[in-house]
């Protein structure tokens, strides 16, 4: 039964009448069953209590509970009669009935919207029926064994939708101190009375953030106050759950939010990889290669920061997209993730919206969101039900005790001036006083009135889609790769990759390496490392011609390249010839006439300028390319749908420098990962054509054998010497565990 609730009244999930709080998780369980339609309902607060969900909690690298990790899935939920509406149209036994099917779908995690206004109607008078809501949600978490992801402050969602408090009188929540304060006093609140909650997996400190009415006014420094500010208010009382913010598209934008301005306040970190919005970085079918490494991506860039990161919300509608398609850009995107380290999965969402639903705001004014859902309306499966039920059958499997994403062997470094926070000037190289001070025209918080380095805008494309563009190159050679931070430890790995524009100078700073970087570069190649960087006609490298045996003479502008070998390289035979559309004018596109000084020129361009050139120094070795070829490629519309071989100069890098894959395929189009422990772990293969791929698998690991992870069992792979034949579908995933 529907019914309207008002702000005052009680509800243990029945039909909105005010009830004595007195027995509430009595009646709780006595209105769930008699609001129960689908699985039995538990009867006593004795089983009840045996039936809890043991408390979760993040070791670090997975979630864990009774000291075994899992990794959680699921999806976001706004129920499909209700809409955003559904607490003030509480319908008990429409909501049971939603967690039913998401038990019978394989979650074990559902997000959900605390909406501000509701929880907290005035000022610092919070709403009882509210968390008496909540606590219904809880009984039911328990029963359907589906862990709650509460987002808080709700705030944007659902198209353009805000769903604001009415007392905010045009006032910043990320800024205003009034409004901080009470933020601050409603997380406190909401820890309180859910501290020792087990049914709870985490707080979401909100969608999608900076809150859409001020996005345009929020900077670094506000993003990193407000959520410093709020998990201090929740960890007042509340120790047990882990804190994060569901940011989307904060790291490849450059905004106020991005994993690294807001690390040290979360416990893990969120991605929203939504690729069909971000055509800048994803000009291709959603259905495509670029577009099914959006999570693997977006969960390496952000990882990178130094905490595990989740897929928080990820799809696309039916009422724009095929609904197999659909499945089939999810499955491919899952099991991709979960290679590159993912800690769980949520999707947006779990349903569409119903007929009356559409006839409102905001579903009347955007078609689009009217059909996310991987059901309908009415609960019938799409074919996202379909694949989320068997890939959730398949990570419920895992044991992933011991085990961890294995190290990367290439580093994409991230520049410092695009991680730091606006206005720090710690690692700038100034110490002490000064009597003629420094101050940057740049830094808009550290210039009062001044613009700031800003969310980066063209240049953030430019970074962002050279850098995706080498990310899908190196897993398409073999190689897994990641994005620790200039700052950090990218000596690790044995390979590390440049390309432009992090080689390039000027203002804004974001996309480029400090001046100082390259000396570290140096002593990495000298105690022997390998460095690949591609440069445009903007480049800048100091003392380059000792690291790279080649100086920089002018620019070349080109409008076409065609850059063929002349001396064998890797694997790669003089006269190969590999071709390249320039997809724009200017120094960003125009490649650079190098001056050979000590290094050997395997490639020249069509013009018989050098193109490739190659340099040993110390133990290490570098290799330079004339031209920014990820740029080409990130501009390229569905580079990776045509025959596309660039991965081969990576591939030839990597065996030039002597370095061996973990694990890797005998396909480009299939990608191998690892999640590695002592003497077992997982191999995780994604195949990202439309092709089944029948593949060879090879590793460096003493495996002895391999079995693939089905939703029934194990079944074991046959060896063909060192090594193993594995087949996958066209956008599938399969999992190997090796021992």
């Given at each position: 039964?529907?019914?309207?609730?008002?702000?005052?009244?009680?509800?243990?999930?029945?039909?909105?009448?005010?009830?004595?709080?007195?027995?509430?998780?009595?009646?709780?369980?006595?209105?769930?069953?008699?609001?129960?339609?689908?699985?039995?309902?538990?009867a006593?607060?004795?089983?009840?209590?045996?039936?809890?969900?043991?408390?979760?909690?993040?070791?670090?690298?997975?979630?864990?509970?009774?000291?075994?990790?899992?990794?959680?899935?699921g999806?976001?939920?706004?129920?499909?009669?209700?809409?955003?509406?559904?607490?003030?149209?509480?319908?008990?036994?429409?909501?049971?009935?939603?967690?039913?099917?998401?038990?019978?779908?394989?979650?074990?995690?559902?997000?959900?919207?605390?909406?501000?206004?509701?929880?907290?109607?005035?000022?610092?008078?919070?709403?009882?029926?509210?968390?008496?809501q909540?606590?219904?949600?809880?009984?039911?978490?328990?029963?359907?064994?589906?862990?709650?992801?509460?987002?808080?402050?709700?705030?944007?969602?659902?198209?353009?939708?805000?769903?604001?408090?009415?007392?905010?009188?045009?006032?910043?929540?990320?800024?205003d101190?009034?409004?901080?304060?009470?933020?601050?006093?409603?997380?406190?609140?909401?820890?309180?009375?859910?501290?020792?909650?087990?049914?709870?997996?985490a707080?979401?400190?909100?969608?999608?953030?900076?809150?859409?009415?001020?996005?345009?006014?929020?900077?670094?420094?506000?993003?990193?106050?407000?959520?410093?500010?709020?998990?201090?208010?929740?960890?007042r009382h509340?120790?047990?759950?882990?804190?994060?913010?569901?940011?989307?598209?904060?790291?490849?934008?450059?905004?106020?939010?991005?994993?690294?301005?807001?690390?040290?306040?979360?416990?893990?970190?969120?991605?929203h990889p939504?690729?069909?919005?971000?055509?800048?970085?994803?000009?291709?079918?959603?259905?495509?290669?670029?577009?099914?490494?959006?999570?693997?991506?977006?969960?390496?860039?952000?990882?990178?920061?130094?905490?595990?990161?989740?897929?928080?919300?990820?799809?696309?509608?039916?009422?724009?997209?095929?609904?197999?398609?659909?499945?089939?850009?999810?499955?491919?995107?899952?099991?991709?993730?979960?290679?590159?380290?993912?800690?769980?999965?949520?999707?947006?969402?779990?349903?569409?919206?119903?007929?009356?639903?559409?006839?409102?705001?905001?579903?009347?004014?955007?078609?689009?969101?009217?059909?996310?859902?991987?059901?309908t309306?009415?609960?019938?499966?799409?074919?996202?039900?379909?694949?989320?039920?068997?890939?959730?059958?398949?990570?419920?499997?895992?044991?992933?005790?011991?085990?961890?994403?294995?190290?990367?062997?290439?580093?994409?470094?991230?520049?410092?001036?695009?991680?730091?926070?606006?206005?720090?000037?710690?690692?700038?190289?100034?110490?002490?006083?000064?009597?003629?001070?420094?101050?940057?025209?740049?830094?808009?918080?550290?210039?009062?009135g001044?613009?700031?380095?800003?969310?980066?805008?063209?240049?953030?494309?430019?970074?962002?889609?050279?850098?995706?563009?080498?990310?899908?190159?190196?897993?398409?050679?073999?190689?897994?790769?990641?994005?620790?931070?200039?700052?950090?430890?990218?000596?690790?790995?044995?390979?590390?990759?440049?390309?432009?524009?992090?080689?390039?100078?000027?203002?804004?700073?974001?996309?480029?390496?400090?001046?100082?970087?390259?000396?570290?570069?140096?002593?990495?190649?000298?105690?022997?490392?390998?460095?690949?960087?591609?440069?445009?006609?903007?480049?800048?490298?100091?003392?380059?011609?000792?690291?790279?045996?080649?100086?920089?003479?002018?620019?070349?502008?080109?409008?076409?390249?065609?850059?063929?070998?002349?001396?064998?390289?890797?694997?790669?035979?003089?006269?190969?010839?590999?071709?390249?559309?320039?997809?724009?004018?200017?120094?960003?596109?125009?490649?650079?006439?190098?001056?050979v000084?000590?290094?050997?020129?395997?490639?020249?361009?069509?013009d018989g300028?050098?193109?490739?050139?190659?340099?040993?120094?110390?133990?290490?070795?570098?290799?330079?390319?004339?031209?920014?070829?990820?740029?080409?490629?990130?501009?390229?519309?569905?580079?990776?749908?045509?025959?596309?071989?660039?991965?081969?100069?990576?591939?030839?890098?990597?065996?030039?420098?002597?370095?061996?894959?973990?694990?890797?395929?005998?396909?480009?189009?299939?990608?191998?990962?690892?999640?590695?422990?002592?003497?077992?772990?997982?191999?995780?293969?994604?195949?990202?054509?439309?092709?089944?791929?029948?593949?060879?698998?090879?590793?460096t690991?003493?495996?002895?054998?391999?079995?693939?992870?089905?939703?029934g069992g194990?079944?074991?792979?046959?060896?063909?010497?060192?090594?193993?034949?594995?087949?996958?579908?066209?956008?599938?995933?399969?999992?190997?565990?090796?021992?």
């Amino acid at each position: 039964m529907e019914s309207s609730v008002r702000p005052g009244d009680e509800i243990i999930g029945g039909e909105g009448r005010p009830r004595s709080l007195g027995r509430a998780f009595i009646l709780v369980l006595a209105c769930a069953v008699l609001a129960g339609p689908v699985l039995p309902a538990v009867a006593t607060a004795a089983q009840a209590a045996d039936a809890r969900l043991p408390a979760v909690r993040l070791d670090g690298t997975y979630f864990t509970r009774d000291g075994k990790r899992f990794l959680p899935v699921g999806a976001h939920w706004v129920p499909a009669k209700a809409g955003m509406q559904w607490p003030t149209r509480w319908d008990p036994a429409e909501v049971e009935a939603d967690f039913a099917k998401m038990h019978e779908l394989g979650y074990s995690l559902v997000r959900f919207d605390l909406l501000w206004a509701w929880f907290e109607p005035r000022p610092g008078d919070y709403n009882e029926a509210a968390f008496q809501q909540l606590d219904f949600l809880v009984s039911l978490a328990h029963r359907y064994r589906i862990y709650l992801h509460p987002s808080l402050f709700i705030g944007g969602e659902v198209g353009e939708a805000y769903w604001d408090v009415p007392w905010r009188h045009g006032r910043n929540p990320h800024t205003d101190p009034d409004m901080l304060r009470l933020e601050t006093n409603h997380a406190v609140e909401l820890g309180r009375r859910y501290a020792s909650e087990t049914a709870i997996i985490a707080w979401d400190l909100t969608d999608e953030p900076p809150f859409w009415i001020v996005a345009d006014k929020t900077g670094d420094a506000a993003a990193i106050n407000w959520t410093r500010l709020v998990a201090g208010g929740l960890r007042r009382h509340d120790r047990l759950h882990p804190i994060v913010v569901g940011t989307s598209g904060q790291e490849t934008g450059h905004g106020p939010f991005r994993a690294d301005t807001i690390v040290e306040e979360v416990d893990f970190l969120a991605v929203h990889p939504f690729t069909l919005y971000r055509p800048e970085l994803f000009p291709d079918p959603l259905l495509s290669q670029r577009g099914t490494y959006g999570a693997a991506f977006d969960i390496a860039l952000a990882s990178g920061a130094g905490k595990p990161a989740m897929i928080h919300e990820m799809g696309a509608s039916s009422a724009q997209y095929a609904p197999e398609r659909i499945a089939l850009y999810d499955r491919a995107n899952l099991y991709s993730g979960l290679g590159a380290g993912t800690i769980g999965a949520l999707l947006w969402c779990y349903t569409d919206a119903s007929p009356e639903q559409r006839k409102n705001a905001p579903y009347l004014r955007t078609p689009q969101e009217t059909q996310w859902g991987m059901t309908t309306w009415d609960r019938q499966d799409r074919p996202l039900a379909r694949e989320f039920r068997r890939f959730s059958q398949v990570v419920e499997r895992l044991d992933l005790g011991g085990v961890q994403p294995a190290p990367a062997e290439v580093a994409i470094v991230v520049p410092e001036e695009w991680a730091r926070p606006h206005g720090d000037f710690s690692r700038l190289g100034l110490r002490g006083p000064e009597v003629i001070p420094y101050v940057s025209t740049v830094d808009g918080d550290a210039v009062a009135g001044g613009g700031g380095q800003g969310g980066g805008g063209s240049e953030s494309t430019w970074l962002m889609g050279s850098s995706l563009t080498s990310f899908i190159l190196a897993r398409r050679a073999g190689l897994k790769a990641d994005f620790p931070r200039e700052h950090g430890d990218w000596e690790k790995r044995p390979l590390v990759f440049l390309p432009s524009p992090l080689t390039s100078t000027g203002t804004p700073f974001l996309t480029h390496v400090h001046s100082d970087f390259y000396a570290r570069a140096r002593a990495y190649v000298e105690a022997g490392g390998s460095l690949y960087a591609s440069v445009a006609a903007d480049a800048a490298i100091p003392e380059m011609e000792g690291l790279f045996g080649a100086s920089l003479a002018d620019a070349a502008p080109v409008s076409e390249l065609a850059l063929r070998l002349v001396a064998p390289f890797g694997g790669l035979a003089p006269g190969r010839t590999f071709h390249f559309s320039v997809p724009g004018s200017g120094s960003r596109y125009w490649g650079q006439l190098l001056e050979v000084k000590g290094g050997s020129v395997v490639a020249v361009d069509q013009d018989g300028r050098p193109a490739l050139v190659t340099h040993a120094l110390g133990g290490g070795r570098t290799l330079l390319s004339a031209y920014p070829l990820e740029a080409y490629l990130a501009a390229t519309p569905t580079a990776f749908e045509k025959p596309e071989d660039s991965h081969l100069l990576y591939q030839a890098f990597r065996d030039w420098a002597g370095v061996r894959s973990l694990v890797r395929t005998d396909q480009p189009a299939v990608e191998a990962t690892a999640l590695e422990g002592a003497g077992r772990g997982y191999f995780v293969l994604v195949n990202h054509s439309p092709q089944r791929q029948g593949v060879s698998v090879t590793t460096t690991l003493p495996v002895r054998e391999l079995r693939q992870v089905t939703p029934g069992g194990l079944l074991r792979l046959a060896a063909d010497g060192p090594r193993w034949r594995a087949d996958i579908d066209p956008w599938d995933g399969v999992v190997l565990e090796y021992r």
